[in-house]
């Protein structure tokens, strides 16, 4: 009787411990899983969602965007004006940006339509910008 209890008990114990590193294990592949995506997160374009980006807004205005690899961007409008924030790439489709001012993210609807232009959409108006990739110097106009 006593090896019966002594077997009960050992499979109890390792079952939890079983259950345990599994579950430890099911962690740690969900962080590496999410840490992938967010490294393979690509902008609109399919290329990466940090550099320097030329915005021209609806109304014309244009603002020098630059991304970061570290989340963080600078944005001069054609005034010279500079704003600062944080960034994130959550989808090709969904980029998102926080002015150091602003409490929350605002994050924009992305696509490249038919004729290849990216088309950014801010959700508090409607209003649509197009984005281009650029590299070397560049400056609001």
């Known amino acids: 009787m006593r090896y019966i ?5 050992l499979t109890a114990v390792s079952a939890c411990t079983a259950a345990e590193t599994n579950e430890a294990a099911s962690a740690d ?3 590496v899983e999410e840490t992938a995506i967010v490294a393979e997160t690509a902008a609109a374009d399919g290329g990466p969602s940090y550099g320097t980006f030329r915005i021209t807004r609806a109304n014309g205005d244009v603002i020098v965007e630059e991304l970061a690899e570290d989340g963080t961007f600078t944005a001069t409008d054609q005034d010279g004006e500079v704003t600062t924030g944080t960034y994130e790439q959550r989808s090709p489709n969904e980029f ?12 924009y609807a992305e696509e490249v339509n038919d004729e290849g232009v990216w088309i950014s959409t801010d959700p508090d108006d409607g209003e649509s910008s197009t984005v281009e990739r650029v590299t070397g110097d560049v400056e609001a106009e």
Do not use: H, I
């Not at 998102?96 to 994050?107: F, G, N, V, Y």
């Open 96 to 107: 998102c940006s926080k002015d150091d001012d602003d409490a929350e993210m605002t994050c």
């Open 5 to 9: 209890a002594l077997a009960g008990a």
């Open 29 to 31: 592949a969900t962080a």
